[in-house]
């Protein structure tokens, strides 16, 4: 991919249902992925992990972006535990939500709720990217540049530091 994007895409993880679903507009979409050459078969070694956590982990060291098409809870679960770390700063990662007929509608309408009532700060609105067509999409992942919450910057979630102990302000403002 090219572009004038902060960060260089060179692979990415693709979330989505293990089932095909009821709209053929999904299947499509999907497709589309494939004839890009988006997505493909596993290339190189296959790894084996214990845990759903470490699953993820691998799936975060080794993506540039990550796209979700139309699931379930597995699907949804994989984002949500993805755009939670880049809240937090543990990576800076693109995450797409390619909007299939609409698919994604109202989990962006919660989004937006959430965001207006300051239970999601402002500055993670950038987390998730919305289109609804793959060249829109790839439009928006070449086109953005990540901004860091200034507050989540400052905490060191490196694996490396994992004995240092981490403090986060937990006061309740009412």
């Not at 992990?49 to 994989?78: C, H, R, Y």
């Amino acid at each position: 991919m090219k572009g004038n994007s902060a960060l260089q895409i060179k692979s990415i993880c693709v979330f989505c249902g293990s089932n095909l679903g009821k709209n053929a507009k999904f299947v499509e979409a999907a497709n589309n992925l494939a004839e890009g050459n988006l997505v493909g078969k596993t290339v190189g070694e296959e790894l084996q992990v214990p845990t759903m956590q470490d699953k993820i982990w691998k799936m975060v060291e080794n993506s540039d972006a990550f796209i979700a098409l139309s699931g379930g809870i597995g699907t949804l679960e994989e984002n949500f535990q993805i755009a939670s770390w880049a809240q937090l700063n543990i990576h800076h990662k693109l995450i797409s939500l390619l909007n299939v007929d609409g698919f994604f509608n109202k989990l962006l309408s919660f989004f937006y709720q959430a965001w207006e009532e300051n239970f999601i700060p402002h500055s993670a609105r950038q987390i998730f990217i919305s289109a609804s067509t793959t060249e829109e999409m790839i439009d928006k992942l070449e086109d953005f540049v990540y901004k860091p919450d200034l507050v989540a910057a400052q905490i060191d979630w490196s694996k490396g530091s994992s004995s240092k102990k981490r403090k986060m302000d937990l006061s309740l403002h009412l």
